[in-house]
């Protein structure tokens, strides 16, 4: 018999091709439909992460607050900026992100001290600062008491589950403060504003000062706007008899991005009617403080950022050595380093930013004070602290140089104050 070339043989069976001879026709419908499962449950999974993460985010300005901020002298081309640029090294950031030396987080518990039996009698001077480790404050001036970036909460971050975690449990809990006049925001990074912190104020009817913009995420959070007052550089709000003043600074913003700019970021002047404060917030070196110290100043003592520095980014924290000039420039006297102390979020060993300050303040010959997170002390008495960090390896600032530059050009750096 003869059969067509082309067409199929009736004597023997079929010929199919290689993937019908490997799935078949319904092992491959199989097979689609298990995929579409798969996508599906991960589109559940994404959704479900998004959630837990959804309410820590806050809100965006819109009408009228959205309207104050584009009319800000810091507003540009739609967003928040510096009157500097800030550089950064990109690939070396990127490069380093997952690296981890020895010390960068303690190996033993870090000693705290709960204050709260101090708390039931006013500070004897006028004046006492309480650190709870990070940038997270009580600051008790000329009978006000002010609460500056409040974190109790585990991460920096907006997942409960995920992000840098603290290496300590709060020194003391917010029920056992004192009574809190006003809480002070400085930006609405994670590690200065905490959804559930603010919440926990909130419920005690606390007033909130914040930079342009943060009042959104704050009313989104349930703070009536009636509790809310928002600031622009140089703008400021009384608490009683306090001054507050919001003070240039050269940082970033930003919830979903670190550098979004839909909010302002600021430091602060307290000036009571016998004392004054200064905090830094984060901020890179720039040219306003010398501004601050002369209009505001002299400082009882400044709060200066400290740590979570890195070469790569030299224009977004200051870094130990440039602290202690800031700590210079506005005119203060006693300098309490802080941003450091908590939680991990640069490549340095933890100890170094109060190692580094101390060993520029020597040079500088300025008072610096290191209290435990939670311990109260009342700058203005110049009290005796004895160390209680251990003493680990870490790298000076001629091995690891922290140095700003001028308008985001690398070539073009801030000169550095060598030790004699």
């Not at 550089?87 to 000693?111: C, H, N, R």
């Not at 404050?137 to 409960?160: A, K, Y």
């Not at 559930?196 to 913009?213: H, K, T, W």
Request: aromatic fraction near 10%.
């Amino acid at each position: 018999m003869i059969h067509s070339r082309s067409g199929p043989s009736v004597d023997g069976p079929e010929r199919v091709s290689s993937a019908e001879q490997i799935l078949g026709t319904v092992p491959l419908k199989r097979f689609f439909r298990y995929l579409a499962i798969v996508f599906a449950l991960l589109i559940v999974v994404l959704g479900a992460l998004a959630l837990t993460a959804w309410s820590n985010i806050g809100a965006l300005s819109q009408g009228d607050h959205l309207v104050r901020d584009e009319t800000s002298p810091q507003w540009d081309d739609g967003r928040f900026a510096n009157p500097q640029p800030m550089f950064i090294d990109l690939k070396g950031g990127i490069l380093q992100l997952f690296e981890s030396q020895p010390g960068e987080e303690p190996t033993a518990p870090v000693p705290t001290v709960d204050s709260s039996a101090v708390y039931r009698m006013p500070p004897a001077s006028g004046l006492r600062v309480s650190w709870f480790g990070h940038s997270s404050m009580l600051l008790e001036i000329d009978g006000v008491n002010v609460v500056v970036d409040p974190f109790w909460s585990e991460r920096t971050s907006p997942f409960s589950w995920l992000g840098p975690k603290r290496w300590y449990a709060p020194p003391v809990s917010i029920e056992h403060l004192p009574r809190v006049d006003v809480v002070v925001i400085s930006h609405d990074h994670y590690d200065h504003l905490d959804r559930e912190s603010v919440q926990a104020f909130n419920a005690r009817g606390v007033r909130f000062i914040v930079p342009l913009g943060i009042g959104a995420h704050l009313e989104d959070w349930g703070v009536p706007p009636d509790h809310i007052t928002e600031l622009d550089w140089w703008q400021e709000a009384m608490v009683g008899d306090l001054r507050i003043v919001s003070t240039p600074s050269r940082h970033a913003s930003g919830r979903l991005s670190g550098n979004s700019g839909h909010t302002l970021w600021t430091g602060y002047a307290l000036v009571g009617p016998a004392h004054r404060v200064f905090y830094s917030s984060d901020t890179g070196m720039n040219d306003t403080f010398v501004d601050v110290g002369q209009r505001l100043g002299p400082f009882d003592v400044s709060l200066i950022e400290t740590g979570q520095y890195d070469a790569q980014w030299p224009d977004w924290h200051l870094g130990p050595e440039q602290a202690v000039r800031v700590h210079q420039e506005v005119r203060a006297r006693t300098m309490i380093p802080v941003h450091w102390g908590l939680v991990k979020l640069a490549h340095h060993a933890w100890t170094e930013p109060p190692e580094r300050v101390l060993a520029a303040a020597r040079c500088a010959n300025v008072d610096v004070l290191v209290p435990e997170p939670g311990q109260a002390v009342e700058p203005t008495t110049h009290p005796t602290i004895a160390r209680w960090w251990p003493s680990i390896p870490w790298h000076t600032a001629e091995q690891t140089p922290i140095i700003a530059t001028h308008h985001g050009d690398p070539a073009n750096r801030f000169a550095s104050q060598a030790c004699p």
